[in-house]
């Protein structure tokens, strides 16, 4: 594999998705490349999380 360059969906950033990035997404069974650099993926990652935390269960 090689080294593949992206530009983030977000914001505009170049970023590399290397090639031991795509071993493990390909380990973990994920088809879909990144869309999103990594300062954007964590970002909008820790923004569901802030947004489900404010969800409780009712029984």
């Known amino acids: 594999m090689e080294d593949k360059t992206f ?3 977000d914001c505009g950033a170049t970023f590399t998705f ?3 990035e795509q071993q493990f997404y390909a380990e973990k069974g994920f ?3 990144p869309a999103r650099c990594p300062e954007c993926r964590k970002a909008k990652k820790a ?6 935390s404010g969800y409780s269960k009712r029984g």
């Open 47 to 52: 923004a569901q999380k802030s947004f489900n």
């Open 18 to 20: 290397t090639a031991g």
């Open 31 to 33: 088809t879909n490349e």
């Open 7 to 9: 530009t983030c969906k």
